[in-house]
């Protein structure tokens, strides 16, 4: 039956493109040898990518994949306790982006996750945090408004501590800490994952759990609902810390850590997500002996993943060396095909391993970033990393992937989505949009081209990257059954895409990103349909306005933007409930 469906699919593709292309193609050049004649003399022939028209459908009879709905998720680094960020979250706007993006999940880890200490201590002797100052109650939230001189002054802080992070010492997350966090998560509508401390460990290498014990225990008393996790890429511990956990203990962590959670009633039914481990290198067996020895324990996985301007690496200490001196400095980087291809290599591997040993459960791609070690100043958060990242969200979808985790919504690096002044930046705004357009079922995309002169369709595909879902039942503006497409083109010209198919002929929603300003892709700001995108107030977003396209109408995509196109009232099968 599945055949038979997809032939006749196949078939009404195939006849959709024939009644496109008879009609308005002249049969002299309309063969299979589809001669190509020169531009009379005078005439400026026009270049190869001009010529080419790419024909779009969309299989609206049932989904590929469906994804959770908190697929676009969101990662605080635990470097803001350190630097004292972590007292600005009370923000009215850093609230009000967050809440942007919600649902999602918020997961509170990295790298310096295994350097925290929980202390059950409220710590008076500290200097109250700005945190601390004029908070508002709002719907039981405790929000603030920051002067600028204060977020100067801090802002100053945070510069002169990186040193001191760099040296990964010890920090200690104190009750108040942990009040401030599960505010911001709980007041934004993100569920918070709380990452623990894995290097704390008995004489026999053991998991020591009297830390974590003490903050179950108060997150209970508070009826703190956090999900949990254990350590961070431990198969990077070897380099980090000289020491190694192997795949056997530290399934029996993980297991202890369940009973701890069951030990405390108010999480005795806790969520319990990992193991977060990195890219298996093309010798190693730490990732197929690790997923074998968590079969019984584990909900999800883990798999952090970040880019370099060569290829994409998991975040391993020892890979990711090339962006640390700063070498890296061309937007084409951050363009290359080659960059965006390996991501579906790298998943496909551990989804194998994962549907191998342990059937069923899903896998995260979590501490996502475009760049490496904190990103690369003016370029890893503006909006030539948007390709990157929308690329991402489009092969993780269409991949399975069941939740993608950014790393980091605030504060960290360079490869953030809000900066230091609480500004929004490109990619929080490709964020926005998705959240606010793309559901959870993914829809298989069929592309063709019709060039006057045969050339590799790879040459179009390559650069022209094209998704599809339903449209997100939580925007009230599109009626159930509408589909949403997104679109990049890395070409340096425009492109052209007829709808075909089942998309003939209907009205489209326009949402084009391009960058605002005249830096070009280095713009730190974006523009949406031509109206630049930027905060009214702190509590305003402003109006995404679409460009309505006329039933037929050819979609043009100008070179090097991002595009997300709602084709209304489809009433598609797939999309109805």
Known sequence: MPNALTHAYSSLWIA??????????????????????RAPVGVKRPGFMERTLVLLDVNARSPIRVLNDNFLSLQLDPSIIKDGWLDFLSSKRLVTLARGLSPAYLRFGGKRTDFLHFNNQKNLAKFRGPGDIALDNQNGCKVANHPDIMLELQREKAASTQLVLLKEQLSNIYTRSLDKLYNFADCTGLHLVLGLNALQRNPDNSWNTSSTLSLLKYGAGKKYSISWELGNEPNAYRSMVGRAINSTQWAQDYAKLRTLLQSVRYYHKAHLYGPNVGRPRKNALHIPSLVIHFALFVVFCFIDYCYTAQFIY???????????????????????????????EQINKVIQVVKAHTSGKKVWLGGLGPAWTGGINNLSHTYAAGFLWINTLGVAAVQGIDVVLRHSFFDYGYTHLVDQNFNPLPDYWVSLIFKRLVGPKVLDVRVAGLQRKPQPMRVIRDKLRIYAHCTSFSNHNYARG????????????????????????????????????????????????????????????????????????????????IGFYVVKNMNAYACRR
Do not use: W
């Open 16 to 37: 959709s493109l024939a009644s496109l292309v008879v009609p308005t193609v002249p049969s002299s050049s309309y063969s299979s040898s589809a001669v190509y004649h």
């Open 314 to 344: 998991t975040c391993m200490h020892f890979s990711c060396s090339y962006f640390m001196d700063g070498r890296v400095k061309k937007v084409e980087d951050f363009l290359k095909t080659r960059l965006m291809d390996t991501l579906t």
């Open 482 to 561: 509408s589909i949403t497409i997104y679109i990049i083109n890395l070409h340096r010209s425009r492109k052209k895409i007829k709808l075909a198919g089942t998309l003939r002929n209907k009205t489209v929603h326009q949402y084009l990103l391009q960058p605002y300003g005249t830096e070009g892709l280095r713009a730190k700001q974006v523009q949406l349909n031509g109206e630049k995108l930027v905060m009214l107030d702190n509590e305003t977003f402003p109006e995404l306005k679409p460009k309505t396209l006329r039933p037929g109408r050819t979609i043009t995509m100008p070179p090097l933007t």
